[in-house]
């Protein structure tokens, strides 16, 4: 079952950017975890390997970045559980003292072909909100 | 010692700071995911064999091999384009640092940087961010010489004022996004730690296996400071990273355009800089 502060935080990030769909992911040891995905809510608990994609890139660079549906899809590292490349995509890296435990990622926005700045900006904010939630989950199992 | 040249005393307009500049003579260091050297909109500016990969040797160590790489991600080869289209006769060096394999990134840029700055590239553009306090002082330390010995490092910043290393750091001239679509438009943020704001959204770009995108983020505004930097440094070598921002500040925009710089604060979403930084 999705843990609902998961949820909201994914919810969150779909309604305040307009997008088709929110993912708030998880880094693992092996790759990463979907820890909540909206609408998709059976992707829960999801594996992602790493791969040459976007979110490994954002993990691994802490910076936030955005591919625009008019250009070329890229690859994202989220086709094995979406079946296809998004058209648009923002990802940001939930960050806290020195590491990056997760990521937010909004999915094809409805209204427009690209994410704004502004949708940059509220989704780094959730994700330091999400960063947070994340980083007392690790400590609350132990890892 | 390190030569200095005065800047003009009725201060650096942009004819006498860009005109006629192309980024000659100067060695953009792109700490990043590797560039894709051959790629056909890059117009062979890239240095491949005197770029580096931070990589484990045989023995497990983290070391830096000097030598041409390809790109992990298509991150590097964005930010290279970027310059490239700005400044297109500097030359551009890569040094990788993401996708080494490398447990953390930060331990990569330290010796990524490290590195950079032995070779004392005129430009290092840093469009990545670590958050890890344990290292903030190393690299502190390192970025300041880089600034001491000329180099001007560039930096992405965040957009929300969260600490991320190193735009945060003064000798850093550290960029965010502005709202406009010129390459060559630039702002000043008078509210610190980030100190100007570049094109970075919507940005057409190279990318991976020889393609295009088109991208947002803070990575490719550093990216379009980093071309800037480059064209004043190829017309006026001397200029010290000091003097170098100084130039890059009085050409800014709302500088040129705007007598007072009572602009407002850089803040997230609404923003009175940003807001006018069309």
Known sequence: MTDPVHHALADAVSRATGASGAWLVGVTAAGFEVLAAVPQGSLGGSALPRTSGLIDLVAAGGQAMSVSATSTPVESGLEPLLGARPESLLCVPCADDGEVLGLLVALNKQTAAAFSIDDVEMVELLAGIAAVVLGRDRAGSGR | ?278
């Open chain 2, 1 to 278: 010692m390190l030569r200095t040249a005065p800047l003009p005393p009725e201060g650096t307009s942009t004819d006498w700071t860009f005109d006629g500049a192309t980024g000659a003579g100067v060695r953009v260091a792109i700490i990043d995911s590797g560039v894709q050297s051959a790629h056909p909109d890059l117009g062979g500016c890239v240095a491949a064999d005197l770029g580096a990969i931070v990589e484990f040797d045989d023995t497990g160590m983290l070391v830096v091999r000097p030598g041409p790489h390809d790109d992990a991600y298509g991150h590097g080869t964005a930010v290279a384009g970027i310059v490239h289209d700005l400044a297109p006769a500097a030359t551009v060096v890569s040094v990788r640092v993401l996708g080494t394999g490398a447990p953390s990134p930060t331990a990569s840029l330290l010796a990524g940087l490290g590195w950079a700055v032995e070779q004392r590239f005129e430009v290092i553009n840093i469009s990545l961010g670590v958050t890890e306090r344990a290292v903030a002082l190393e690299l502190h330390e390192l970025c300041d010489r880089a600034y001491f010995v000329g180099s001007l490092v560039v930096a992405a910043a965040s957009n929300t004022g969260r600490i991320s290393y190193p735009s945060m750091f003064a000798s850093v001239a550290s960029v965010a996004c502005n709202l406009s679509d010129d390459p060559r438009r630039h702002h000043y943020n008078p509210d610190p730690p980030t100190e100007f704001l570049a094109r970075g959204i919507d940005v057409d770009v190279a990318w991976a296996r020889g393609q295009r995108t088109r991208v947002t983020g803070n990575s490719f505004a550093a990216a379009h400071l980093s071309g800037l930097a480059a064209l004043v440094k190829s017309k006026h070598p001397d200029l010290a990273p000091l003097q170098l921002k100084s130039a890059l500040w009085s050409t800014a925009a709302n500088v040129r355009e705007t007598p007072s710089l009572e602009a407002g604060r850089l803040s997230r979403l609404t923003h009175a800089v940003r807001a006018g930084s069309a």
